[in-house]
């Protein structure tokens, strides 16, 4: 029942911007580390970012300085601000939470999101 939904993908211009959000939903007891992870056409995927419950953030070294993530405890939502994008930034981008969800067992768990492209044009 717990899902994750990303949004703010799209196509930028190299130099150009993008704001990603994800939104978890369902019944979550507690939402641990959240982060964004990425995959390009014949590579592996990659973590971006990720942030843990006590805001702490880990970034690929490929995006220091020019990404940020942040989240929204009160809506279960964990953004990505890309800025400075660049063509290497091409990916599908997938949103991932590690969450207890409200059943018996309160066992964590990893959860990802479907997906969304981000494309930067030269």
Known sequence: ?????????????????L????AASGNIFKINAMGWYRQA???QRELVASINSG???NYADSVKGRFAISRDNAKNTVYLQM?????????YYYCNA???AADPFLKIRTYWGQGTQVTVSS
């Open 41 to 43: 056409p014949g590579k």
């Open 98 to 100: 590690d969450l207890i």
């Open 1 to 17: 029942q717990v899902q994750l939904v990303e949004s703010g993908g799209g196509l930028v211009q190299a130099g150009g911007s």
């Open 83 to 91: 800025n400075s994008l660049k063509p290497e930034d091409t990916a």
């Open 19 to 22: 704001r990603l959000s994800c």
């Open 55 to 57: 805001g702490s953030t």
